[in-house]
């Protein structure tokens, strides 16, 4: 089992914890759910944080906000 957690730049930008299992080969896939509702458009950074026991691995990933009009 895993969970990945997050942190954005700017609090307007959440994310909502994530979990899932490893299949058999020990691979692993999990959708991470991210809100920007009120967050103007723009890049920001995100530190997600995957923890698999009592050890975790980060990884830095860009979102763009980009407007629906």
Same mark, same amino acid.
């Given at each position: 089992?895993?969970? !990945?957690?997050?942190? $954005?730049?700017?609090?307007?930008?959440?994310? #909502?914890? +994530?979990? @899932?299992? =490893? +299949?058999?080969? @020990? /691979? #692993?896939? %999990?959708?991470? !759910?991210?809100? #920007?509702?009120? #967050?103007?458009? @723009?890049?920001?950074? %995100?530190?997600?944080?995957?923890? !698999? @026991?009592? $050890? $975790?691995?980060? /990884? +830095?990933? =860009?979102?763009?906000? +980009? $407007?629906?009009?």
């Amino acid at each position: 089992d895993y969970t !990945v957690t997050a942190t $954005s730049s700017d609090n307007r930008i959440s994310i #909502a914890p +994530a979990s @899932g299992h =490893f +299949a058999a080969d @020990g /691979s #692993a896939a %999990v959708d991470i !759910v991210l809100r #920007a509702d009120s #967050a103007p458009e @723009g890049y920001y950074s %995100v530190l997600l944080t995957t923890t !698999v @026991g009592q $050890s $975790s691995r980060r /990884s +830095a990933v =860009f979102v763009v906000v +980009a $407007s629906d009009q």
